[in-house]
């Protein structure tokens, strides 16, 4: 149960723009990843090895402690290609921190048990169908072992919590109502529907994609009509149980979003306060406030807390207009914490 003075904390934190309170850090532990997605520009720096280390784990425990992180998202590239992965999830759970891995699946099979052990609940990328997913995915096979893996784990505990995270872009816009069909099929307990980003410098973006790269993923302005009634069918045949992560209307969202590249109305409003609840540590120790926005520090030269509430740091927060940033508007990853919310 989250303490009167942690929540107490997390609201000076969204009032006054300086952090006393961090409830969830996001780590890159590996800075390569195991496949070559056509959305993703990761995997194309795989020859520039980073990863973090034991020594930059324990190096951030008096931060975490100092804020109250509650949740570790293991992200990446692919976080289970750090040999240490699951050391660096012993030091944190020995400090009572829950850990979550977003991951592509190939390897969930071969650490299984493991997983079990030291993670407490999985989010795996998924685009479509078995042929659509490995197209996508650039990795023959690639479904197979996502589906290997989920059964290896609910074999050995039923209950145990694996969702997906599928994009919805261009490619595979059309196999939406298959995507909900097979996240079923493969034993997954819900699934969550985002638009691709193809404005930003994130995923390993040195600069943000031209023109012609981002049509490629979205959506053309004759395709919105299709989108449209896809997603309606999605709303009125899919829904009601849970499985759909989103609302209709966040799921009306992604249409609104390419919608508004051709001018169709604005790109759909969102309520986010990602850069006061949570940060991003990548593997060479960068901060970032979020996915999409620049670097503020490195851990490997200060420490994360004071990184978090340098001057910079806090003028960024207290003038960040989210209706008006560019970043933020075109976001298609808000989160919005409310600081009564417990993740333990």
């Not at 020859?47 to 509650?70: A, H, Y």
Request: net charge neutral; aromatic share 8%.
């Amino acid at each position: 149960m989250q303490s009167l003075l942690h929540t107490y904390k997390r609201y000076r934190t969204l009032q006054t723009g300086v952090i006393s309170a961090m409830p969830i850090v996001v780590l890159m532990p590996h800075s390569a990843c195991n496949c070559r997605c056509v959305m993703c520009d990761i995997w194309k720096d795989n020859k520039n090895l980073k990863q973090l280390t034991e020594d930059d784990i324990m190096g951030l425990l008096s931060s975490l402690k100092k804020l109250g992180t509650q949740q570790v998202v293991m992200s990446g590239g692919e976080a289970l290609l750090n040999k240490n992965f699951f050391k660096l999830c012993e030091i944190l759970k020995s400090h009572n921190i829950g850990i979550s891995l977003l991951s592509t699946g190939l390897t969930l099979k071969h650490n299984a048990e493991q997983i079990l052990k030291w993670v407490d609940d999985v989010i795996v990328s998924m685009d479509g169908d078995e042929a659509l997913h490995d197209a996508i995915r650039n990795i023959p096979g690639a479904f197979n072992k996502l589906r290997e893996g989920i059964a290896a784990i609910k074999a050995i505990k039923p209950d145990y919590k694996i969702t997906a995270r599928c994009v919805i872009h261009r490619l595979n816009f059309r196999n939406w109502e298959n995507i909900i069909s097979e996240a079923k099929n493969i034993g997954l307990d819900q699934i969550s529907f985002l638009p691709a980003d193809v404005s930003s410098e994130a995923f390993n973006r040195q600069t943000g994609w031209t023109e012609p790269k981002q049509h490629e993923i979205l959506l053309s302005e004759s395709e919105l009509y299709e989108l449209q009634v896809i997603l309606l069918n999605i709303i009125i045949d899919k829904m009601g149980n849970g499985f759909i992560a989103e609302s209709p209307t966040k799921l009306q969202n992604i249409y609104d979003y390419y919608a508004a590249f051709y001018n169709r109305g604005p790109f759909p409003f969102k309520k986010c306060n990602a850069p006061w609840v949570s940060t991003v540590v990548e593997a060479d120790g960068s901060v970032r406030p979020c996915f999409f926005h620049g670097v503020i520090g490195n851990i490997h030269t200060d420490s994360l807390s004071s990184i978090l509430n340098s001057d910079d740091a806090i003028h960024f927060r207290k003038t960040l207009n989210m209706q008006t940033n560019d970043i933020c508007v075109k976001c298609v990853c808000s989160l919005n914490l409310n600081p009564r919310t417990s993740l333990n």
